[in-house]
């Protein structure tokens, strides 16, 4: 079983920065794909960003220049470098891990609020 666990969001102003951080654990031999992805109230789920395990980055056009996806594969884990913050940002970010392997499963975080003031 893999667990991820997410730490780091909370309150931050508008034009602000917060660091989200996720460690997966247990039987990982190597992870395919890591992001962050959120759900803001009445919204459905969307991607932030997500990395591969070569470093290849996409991210969504609304954060494009404000935040920054970086992942450490020996330690599996994946960070979520956020800056200049805006309201619309507020959601609940969820680490999603794809393609874990041994046995190639996805799996997820449970969440970390992330609230935006203005």
């Known amino acids: 079983q893999v667990q991820l666990v997410e730490s780091g969001g909370g309150l931050a102003q508008a034009g602000g920065s917060l660091r989200l951080s996720c460690a997966a654990s247990g039987t990982i031999f190597s992870i395919n794909i890591m992001g962050w992805y959120r759900q803001a109230p009445g919204k459905q789920r969307e991607l932030v960003a997500h990395?591969?395990?070569?470093?290849?980055?996409i991210y969504a056009d609304s954060v494009k220049g404000r935040f920054t996806i970086f992942r450490d594969n020996a330690k599996n884990k994946v960070y979520l470098q956020m800056s200049s913050l805006k309201p619309e940002d507020t959601a609940v970010y969820y680490c999603k891990a794809e393609g874990v392997i041994p046995d190639d499963l996805d799996f997820w975080g449970q969440g970390t609020q992330v609230t935006v003031s203005s």
């Open positions: 990395m591969t395990t070569h470093g290849a980055a």
